[in-house]
């Protein structure tokens, strides 16, 4: 076996077609942060993106994306904004994760989506956490009869609104694809409103993170497309989602609405709507991706593990590792375990927005 490193735009026609038929082989879930396009569009707001091209008799037999930052310490490829990372490998390859790690030169490897199967990395996973899903592989029909048993209440209270967001603003339309960079613009804009009203760091401040979701909305390809949905009253954008989508898996990635139609819920509505037109064009899973909302237990009907921590091999690399991040990840994890004190920490957050605000 041969393994070499190479820049995601140096990868030929031929390693793509490899990763692509790789990955439909494996089994899992079509997830398009998975596919070479989303790499190849790090690669291009990142100088730090990287694959390793695994070779077996002279044929490509596996891929390792990531960046690698100083001190040797590697991270997932769009680390901090992909919802789903691993290698994609064929099976039986003889090789280990510190192997590995060495010809890329990484110290350690981080990660905080790792997808189920990644028995290379998964053994040294800190954390499990579950990503909500929603299978709509029956049709939306059978969907919304689920949804009407397990969530009568929810189901009735949100077209209740939907038709009132009708009567007083205007006609609610739903489009699944908008191409329209205006729109994008919109929604971004409305993100960023929210990170800052609750306290976060706002991602689209960073660079690397709006040049990224404004390449992979020209995205067009069966594995890994940008795609903007947006519910409009009227003539009006009142709620919007930019995520990715394969053939049968659409990702939730950054949802927002115009808080001036707050009454209406109309996120709710946007992901009823967005639900059932992913399932007329063929989406069989909606994945939430990682993290606890109210709106996505509402929605899901099971979920996907996911992994967080970081593979190492041995060396001061690792160690400057641990100490900048577990116990960190250790106090997060405390807060997150007990209810009552993730409750304050929100209150707290959400009052560092309102003071920011101001």
Not at 151 to 179: H, I, Q, W, Y
Not at 269 to 276: A, D, F, N, V
Request: aromatic share 10%; with cysteine.
């Amino acid at each position: 076996m041969r393994i070499r490193v190479v820049k995601p735009a140096e990868l030929d026609e031929s390693e793509i077609n490899s990763w692509r038929e790789l990955r439909a082989r494996s089994g899992a879930p079509a997830n398009p942060f998975m596919e070479p396009e989303f790499t190849r569009a790090v690669g291009r707001v990142s100088p730090a993106a990287r694959v390793a091209v695994l070779s077996r008799d002279g044929e490509p037999a596996g891929f390792f994306p990531y960046e690698r930052g100083p001190l040797g310490h590697g991270r997932a490829i769009g680390f901090g904004v992909s919802d789903c990372q691993g290698a994609i490998m064929a099976p039986g390859l003889d090789i280990t994760a510190r192997e590995l790690l060495q010809v890329c030169g990484l110290s350690t490897w981080e990660y905080d989506n790792l997808e189920a199967g990644q028995d290379l990395f998964i053994p040294s996973a800190a954390e499990r956490f579950e990503a909500p899903v929603t299978d709509i592989g029956d049709g939306f029909a059978a969907y919304e009869k689920w949804l009407r048993a397990e969530s009568p209440k929810f189901l009735k209270s949100t077209l209740a609104k939907e038709r009132r967001l009708g009567r007083r603003e205007g006609e609610v339309r739903f489009v699944l694809d908008e191409r329209d960079p205006e729109r994008l613009r919109t929604l971004t804009g409305w993100k960023s409103a929210q990170y800052r009203r609750t306290g976060r760091r706002d991602r689209f401040a960073k660079e690397w993170i709006s040049g990224l979701v404004k390449r992979l909305h020209e995205e067009r390809s069966p594995g890994c497309s940008g795609s903007l949905s947006v519910l409009y009253a009227g003539d009006r954008p009142v709620a919007a989602h930019f995520g990715l989508r394969s053939r049968t898996v659409l990702c939730c990635w950054f949802p927002a609405y115009d808080i001036e139609f707050a009454r209406y819920s109309p996120g709710l509505i946007l992901h009823l709507r967005m639900l059932e037109a992913a399932a007329a064009d063929g989406i069989r899973m909606f994945d939430f991706g990682r993290g606890d909302a109210v709106y996505k237990d509402a929605f899901k009907t099971g979920g996907l593990e996911v992994y967080e921590g970081f593979s190492s091999r041995p060396g001061p690399g690792a160690a400057i590792q641990w100490v900048a991040r577990e116990p960190a990840r250790r106090a997060h994890g405390f807060v997150r375990d007990r209810p009552r004190l993730a409750h304050c920490a929100r209150q707290t957050l959400n009052g560092l927005g309102k003071l920011r605000g101001h």
